[in-house]
C-alpha cells in the first residue's frame, strides 16, 4: 500500500494500492496513459441511511449485519463531482463506470451500457439490475450472476463480501476479458475492497487501485496476497 506522498510518476503506481482521495491520484497521471478505467463510484443514494428508515429493508437477511463494514453514515451521501469525471476521461482511453445511471449528467451518449443481472432466484426488494455506463461503440451487453445485498449474497465459496457495495469478482473478470487485452494498464480509482485489482491480477492486466479507506486498502492488499484463479 501506498500513500500519495509516495506517488511522483505514473510507474511509482502500477500494480499498488493507493490510500488517498483519487482526485489527487488522477491528477498525477499523465493524458491517455491508462488503457481501462473499471470502477465503481459511490452512487449517492444514502445506502446507511436508507437501511435505517426503511421498514422493507430491515427485514432483508443483510440488514443485521451492515454494522460489520464500519462504513459511517456519510459515504454515500453524494456523487463525485464533475471534475472526478473530467479527470478520469483525461487520464484514460477508455472506460466502464458502474452506477452510470447515477451520473448521467457527467456522462455521453453510449450505445453499449452494460446490464448486469443479479438477482438470481432471490425474493428480497433489492433492484434486480445494474447498469454500467461504457464509451466502447459496441452494443449493449448482459452479464447474469446472482449476488444479492448488503451481506446476502449466492457465492461465498468464491468471493466472501468485505464491502457494503462490492462488486463480485466474476464480474469484473467479464469486463476485463471483453474489454481488455494482457498487460493493459486498468485503473480503478473508487477500489473498496480491492475486487479490480484482484481480478486484474488473475487474468495478467496491470492495475492501478485507489481507495480513500484505509482499512480497506489493508482489506485489498491481503486479497492481492491470494493465489491467481484462473
Known amino acids: 500500500m501506498k500513500t500519495l506522498d509516495e506517488i511522483t510518476k505514473l510507474d511509482d503506481m502500477i500494480n499498488q494500492v493507493i490510500c488517498g482521495d483519487s482526485l489527487e491520484v488522477l491528477k498525477k497521471i499523465p493524458d491517455n496513459s491508462v488503457d481501462l478505467v473499471l470502477t465503481d463510484p459511490p452512487y449517492g443514494i444514502g445506502m446507511d441511511k436508507l437501511f435505517a428508515e426503511r421498514e422493507d429493508f430491515k427485514k432483508e437477511k443483510g440488514f443485521k449485519s451492515r454494522k460489520k463494514y464500519e462504513m459511517g453514515d456519510e459515504w454515500d451521501n453524494k456523487i463525485p463531482s464533475k471534475e472526478y469525471f473530467d479527470e478520469i476521461f483525461r487520464v484514460s482511453k477508455n472506460q466502464i463506470i458502474w452506477g452510470g445511471n447515477y451520473f448521467v449528467e457527467n456522462l455521453t451518449n453510449s450505445s453499449c451500457w452494460l446490464v448486469w443481472y443479479k438477482k438470481g432466484n432471490d425474493k428480497s426488494n433489492f433492484a434486480d ?86 482499512k480497506y486498502c489493508e482489506i485489498a492488499e491481503e486479497r492481492l496476497k491470494q493465489e491467481v484463479l484462473f
Not at 178 to 184: A, G
Open 129 to 214: 439490475c445494474e447498469l454500467a455506463w461504457t464509451s466502447f461503440k459496441t452494443a449493449v451487453k448482459f452479464f447474469e450472476y446472482p449476488w444479492i445485498g448488503v451481506d446476502y449474497i449466492n457465492q461465498k465459496k468464491y468471493d466472501e463480501k468485505s464491502h457494503p457495495t462490492q462488486k463480485p469478482r466474476a464480474l469484473m473478470r467479464w469486463c476485463l476479458e471483453k474489454y481488455s487485452q494482457p498487460n493493459d494498464l486498468v485503473l480503478d480509482c473508487f477500489l473498496g475492497s480491492g475486487t479490480t485489482a484482484r481480478a486484474c491480477k488473475d487474468l495478467g492486466r496491470r492495475f492501478i487501485g485507489v481507495e480513500i479507506s484505509e
